[in-house]
């Protein structure tokens, strides 16, 4: 009798043994990591950029963990220096081939976006792009989703602001990109249709711009205000010239887009940023709890850092990737993805924000901002705003 239950037993504990064996492929595979390849500019002159999104994506993995839905989710951050398209492309490349990355995300500027979109099309792995701003960067892939933000978004509101606080006439001042371009030609756009006029539309290179020559144009136009975009990081450059070269003394008002009064540069720009009107998605200042938390979290883990745009598209799209992975309960399949990512809508740090079905792009509030001192510092001051504010379009 004995013999038989023992008998029994040991069958028991080898088909155990064998199920097990059996499952430990899938329970491997169930706990492999979700890779995601972050490519940002770490050097190089849009460096500011890279470590706001850094600092981001790490602060949301210290609060909300760094598992989602069973899977340990791995960031591989890559240096792609913010001037190279070749160097992203490249970089996109070995992080899908070799590194087994199921997720693209971060590209600082345009040209470094659009570079990628033919690895994510061809891998059919998503590509958040959480700060290039030209409105065509979702058009150029199926698997594009934007956190960030479009130039032209937020510069619609701020043209249609200048018509109706009794500013005539501008000279248009942008970098020579795409989104400078959208930029330029939505400002022209809505301010011309609400009766203002442009004198004159100058474009200053990319690389190693020098402003002198095109702001004495400027004062030459004699416009009533001027509007600049350049990228983040160049703002200091442009306000101290402005100020250098008599703009200001002359009457010139200069009215920008957020990227131009980076709050990561504010303490640095000082007063020449003082009563600029700026129009922007997001300020360190927006008075909200969340985002009071969010800037003090920023600046603890970095040395007093000043969060600001950039760091907040790349926070916005560790939550969206987050949430897209609950939905799917962890499969990292490109299509299920991006269909779970379509339509998500959610409360921001900047303030409620929607992936639109239908375009992959971001719907948010852009907010109208004047310069002002604060604490001994200058920040963005919100004082309007509109709501749900889709890009246009160019």
């Known amino acids: 009798m004995n013999d038989t239950i023992n008998s029994r037993r040991r069958h ?40 706001q999104i850094e600092a981001a994506v790490k602060l949301y993995q210290q609060k909300y963990g760094d598992s989602v839905a069973g899977r340990k989710v791995e960031i591989l951050l890559k240096d792609d220096g913010g001037v190279s398209p070749d160097v992203t492309k490249r970089l996109a490349q070995e992080l899908i081939t070799r590194d087994k990355a199921q997720v693209l995300m971060g590209f600082g500027l345009t040209p470094l976006a659009l570079s990628a979109a033919p690895i994510a099309t061809q891998a059919k792995v998503p590509m958040i792009v959480t700060a290039a701003a030209t409105s065509i960067i979702p058009q150029r892939s199926p698997y594009i989703v934007r956190t960030g933000f479009t130039l032209a978004q937020v510069t619609a509101p701020l043209a249609g602001w200048a018509a109706k606080n009794g500013i005539k006439s501008v000279v248009t001042f942008v970098t020579d990109y795409g989104p400078g371009l959208d930029a330029e030609k939505v400002f022209a756009k809505t301010f011309g249709e609400a009766g203002g006029k442009v004198l004159e539309s100058l474009r200053v290179p990319l690389r190693n711009p020098d402003y002198a020559p095109f702001l004495q144009r400027v004062k030459d136009a004699k416009p009533e205000a001027l509007f600049v975009f350049v990228p983040s990081g160049e703002g200091a450059a442009v306000l101290k010239q402005f100020t250098e070269r008599g703009l200001a003394a002359a009457g010139i008002r200069l009215i920008c887009t957020g990227d131009v009064l980076d709050d990561d540069l504010m303490p640095s720009i000082g007063a020449a940023s003082k009563d600029v009107v700026s129009s922007h998605h997001y300020s360190a200042a927006h008075p909200s709890p969340a985002n009071k ?102």
């Open 293 to 394: 938390e969010y800037v003090e979290g920023i600046a603890r883990m970095n040395k007093g850092m000043r969060a600001n745009f950039h760091s907040v598209g790349a926070y916005d799209g560790m939550h969206l990737l987050y949430e897209a992975l609950k939905k799917t309960n962890g499969d990292t399949d490109g299509e299920k993805l991006l269909a779970a990512m379509k339509g998500m809508s959610w409360d921001s740090v900047r303030g409620p924000v929607s992936i639109d079905a239908a375009t992959r792009d971001i719907v948010q509030t852009v907010y109208m901002r004047r310069a002002e001192q604060k604490g001994g510092e200058f920040y963005n001051i919100e004082f309007d705003k509109v709501d749900k504010v889709r890009d246009p379009g160019v």
């Open 12 to 51: 028991l504990v080898l088909a155990g043994a064998a199920m097990a064996a059996g499952a430990m492929p899938l329970a491997a595979m169930a706990a492999d990591p979700v890779k995601v390849g972050l490519i940002v500019p770490m050097s190089g002159p849009f460096a500011s950029t890279g470590r």
